[in-house]
């Protein structure tokens, strides 16, 4: 099992920049593929980006260009970098471990980003 704890988020204005960062426990963390995830009132939870443990990542279309997914092992962490932000990005952001047969085993307890016009 791994431990995870976000923190970053925050209230901005529409085309401000947060990063969040997730910091990792309990597991070789380079080893590691990790996510953001992201769910808003009423609405689904949706994957935002991933890293595997070697670097590789992937995006939703709705942040591709804005956001920037990153991980540094010395420090086990994972960031994602978000620029140009919109309120449609307003929700609930979580980092979350993959596991071995693809589905996310660990989460954070989330950190609140909320974007206002």
């Known amino acids: 099992q791994v431990q995870l704890v976000e923190s970053g988020g925050g209230s901005v204005q529409a085309g401000d920049s947060l990063r969040l960062s997730c910091v990792a426990s309990?597991?070789?963390?380079?080893?590691?593929?990790m996510g953001w995830f992201r769910q808003a009132p009423g609405k689904d939870r949706e994957l935002v980006a991933t890293i595997t443990w070697s670097g590789g990542t992937t995006y939703a279309d709705s942040v591709k260009g804005r956001f920037t997914i990153s991980r540094d092992n010395s420090k086990n962490m994972v960031y994602l970098q978000m620029n140009s932000l919109k309120p449609e990005d307003t929700a609930a952001y979580y980092c979350?471990?993959?596991?071995?047969?693809?589905?996310?085993?660990?989460w954070g307890q989330g950190t609140q980003v909320t974007v206002s016009s």
């Open positions: 309990g597991r070789a963390f380079s080893l590691l593929s």
């Open positions: 979350a471990r993959r596991g071995g047969g693809g589905s996310y085993e660990d």
